[in-house]
């Protein structure tokens, strides 16, 4: 498993954005493609978005396609969360997680159980 660390988390207010970080703790993630969840309280862990591990490709879920980004800097081993025109529904906190397989991406993956190392996650609070 890849020790991640999520950061950039925060209170907003609706429309606002935030950008969050993951990023691997003493290694890197470069043969991975890595993928962001979210979990509001009371309510399952939820797919948000993935990115492949070259970075050319991107998924998101329907529920933030449009408003959010997914992007990588393999110069810094970071994923990015760019996450705009923010709503209520989107309070959570956000994961970012890496696949339980290296050097592909399958757009099917998208429940926590296609996924092995995860951080410990960043809160997101949308005040309307």
């Known amino acids: 498993q890849v020790p991640l660390v999520e950061s950039g988390g925060g209170l907003v207010q609706a429309g606002g954005s935030l950008r969050l970080s993951c990023k691997a703790s003493?290694?890197?993630?470069?043969?991975?493609?890595v993928g962001w969840f979210r979990q509001a309280p009371g309510k399952e862990r939820e797919f948000v978005a993935a990115?492949?591990?070259?970075?050319?490709?991107?998924y998101y879920s329907d529920s933030v396609k449009g408003r959010f980004t997914i992007s990588r800097d393999r110069a810094k081993n970071t994923v990015f969360l760019q996450m705009n025109s923010l709503r209520p529904e989107d309070t959570a906190i956000y994961y970012c997680?890496?696949?339980?397989?290296?050097?592909?991406?399958?757009?099917?993956?998208?429940?926590?159980?296609?996924?092995?190392?995860w951080g410990q996650g960043t809160q997101v609070t949308v005040s309307s």
């Open positions: 990115v492949t591990w070259t970075g050319s490709g991107t």
């Open positions: 997680a890496l696949p339980n397989e290296r050097y592909r991406y399958d757009a099917t993956w998208r429940t926590p159980g296609d996924f092995g190392s």
């Open positions: 003493g290694r890197t993630f470069s043969p991975y493609a």
